[in-house]
């Protein structure tokens, strides 16, 4: 008998799969299930866009791009980081198409880190960042960001956080799940403490559209001095509801996008044909369209957070992504014990705040890409699983 | 005027004050007092549920008649319209573009009875120069609501 055990890496057995999971199996196995757990649109890919895909299909450009990305696509995706971000970026050297976020921070990390290196990650936040490093040989250095911050990375934290090992930071705003994003002056005082150092940050804004009120979402690379030492991580999934189309970017300095392009190439080639065309069309004209959606999530955003306000489960306001992070302390479960009995009393799926990371315990994840007769069943079942604990 | 509160309430006019309200981050009061002004104003015409009337065991029919209509010194297009409007059996009335004028929807229980309303009603109006009948066989969707079939969730959970 072949033992795998020896043949896997133990870096790779050492991971443990998505914690999520579990529930997952579970509500696919139960009838009538309402979900609050994905972490995608419920919108299709506006039309226009799907159209430009189509239509690159019929034209037959079924062929690999440059492994960079289509240059067209490139300063198409300058020409945006410019017009939202104020950022400037070469297309012919600061930018790499790649697929999905996913892959650029991945890459992005490999690019960077050798064994040992501290790569600082502020949890609660997107799961995928842990593995990504220890994968990459590198030590993840956890931070957990607090709710009477509003889950906001402080400066404090930071400075405590580094060492003579610390290689980068990944910066997640605007935050999944917190819904948390920096502001201007947060970022300034993120910028203070590591202007002076070789510390670089990855900043992961695949959400930057998706951000509600009255200020639109700030880059730390638009800050002084830090887009030298920044790259930024953005994609079409969320902003364009093109999820399933696998398309993102990284800009950044020209040496460090150069040293990430060799992984994409070995690794990917390019990334997928179609959906480069696809994206092209989205960035030209899809603004629009976005802005439909954006209001569409901002009126569930103010029922899902009011209606768990109401229930008692205390909710701030999630300004950016699109989930909504209530506490659920107050029923003496644990984030854990929350989301199975709910599961089992009224089949509603929601994520353990845990999954994001220990600083996730006492919270739960509810998505609200769902529609508002959707988020008010789901309510209106947990009401009556709150009832049944109060009983 | 609030176009949001418009749209909200045409996609599900059983939307509650309060999650109006909520929705658009204003006042209860402020929700209630801006739909009053809207049905006031006779913007908002009326509320009323989609029926999948197919699905009774009662015979439902339904026809869409394009009407051909001259209109004559004192009466016109409108007029006709006004005219027709006022049966029961009429649905809806539009006035077209292209090769006819009015586009009248008329339901009733039988074919022979929706025919015989266009003959005895439609057809022996003055101005009224011909009629053709299309009966409905199938509806899948009315009112943005999709009769057939359900919308299945495909997203999975597969990461986060």
Redesign the interface.
Known sequence: MIDYKKILSPTVQSIQP?G?RKY?DI?ESMEDVI?L????P?FPTPWEIRKAGILSLESGKTRYTSNWGMEQLRLEISRYMSRKYALSYDAKSDILVTVGGSEAIDACIRAITAPGDEIIIPQPS???YEPIVSLAGGSPVIIETKAEHDFKLTPEQLRAAITPRTKALILPYPC??TGAVMDRSDLEAIAAVLRDTDILVVSDEIYAELTFGASSHVSIASIDGMKERTVVINGFSKTFSMTGWRLGFACGPAPIIKQITKIHQYAIMCAPTTSQYAAIEALKNGDEAVKRML?EYD??R??IV?GFNDLGLCCREPRGAFYAFPCITSTGLTSDEFCERLLYAERV?V?PGT??GQGGEGFIRASY?YS??HI?EALARIQRFLNTLKA | MNIKLLKLLAKDARTSHADLATMLGISVDEAERQIAELEREGLIRGYKAVIDWERLDSAYVSAIIELKVTPKAGLGFEDVAAQIMNYPEVESVYLMSGTYDLNVIVKGKTFQEVAKFVAKELATIESVTSTATHFVLRRYKELDVKLLGTDRDERGSYLL
């Open positions: 998505s999520i997952f509500a979900s757990g994905v972490g995608e419920d997107y799961v995928c999944n799940p209001e009126m569930r103010r029922l009011k799926a994520v999954a994001f890409c508002t007769q008010k």
